[in-house]
């Protein structure tokens, strides 16, 4: 009997999570910015790692990114193609771009094993596939640095993490369990941007907010301007 109760307990356990997860299917426009903002409100004032000030933090100067370690051809592909997408579906973010001289970088990316990266960074936390640390200054990140770790994942797997990775790193910092086919989904997942991430990285750079605002007010204003 005990068996029998172990069993129908973990088959319920299963069905409740399969029945949890959902994906962003949002029933019109006004309805996605709705569910997007959901979302936003969550990622967008909280962090996964490090203090979490409550208010909103993002980029207000260029991003130039200057890679360290072992990318492969395809990293630099994925990297080089999402940078020149997110210019082109983020139009009010700050200009993005590598270089090729550390000295004027203020993000640093490192692909590197798991055993590697803690002596180049020592934000990171041995056992991630992928982390992003931000500094910040009046709630304006002013560097950050991030880690693909190369010893264990695959290639498919990297081109999922140098993305969860970036969208981190301009500012939604935290990850969630609200729709399961987002790029910052908590549980891991090889997923691309959804068209939710975009939404939201577009009002993490909303002109109508500012680095610093509490997340009450960026509600207040960002349903206005969807409900408008």
Known sequence: MAKKLLACALALALLFSACAERIFEPTDAVDGKKRALEVFLECGF???YGDSTGCLQRWEAPIVICVYGEPTDEDWEQLEGFLMELSFRVPTLPSIRLTDDENEANVEMFFLTDEELPSV???FIPGNRGFVYCYSEG???YTARIAIET???SQAERNHII???LVNGLGLLNDHLLYSDSVIYQNYNNNM???MDWLMLNMVYSPL???GVARAQAEEILLAEILR
């Open 46 to 48: 909280s962090a996964e």
């Open 121 to 123: 960074m020592p934000e």
């Open 139 to 141: 709630s304006v990140f």
């Open 151 to 153: 010893g264990s994942t």
């Open 163 to 165: 993305r969860e990775e």
């Open 193 to 195: 941007p959804t068209e």
């Open 209 to 211: 907010l500012w680095p």
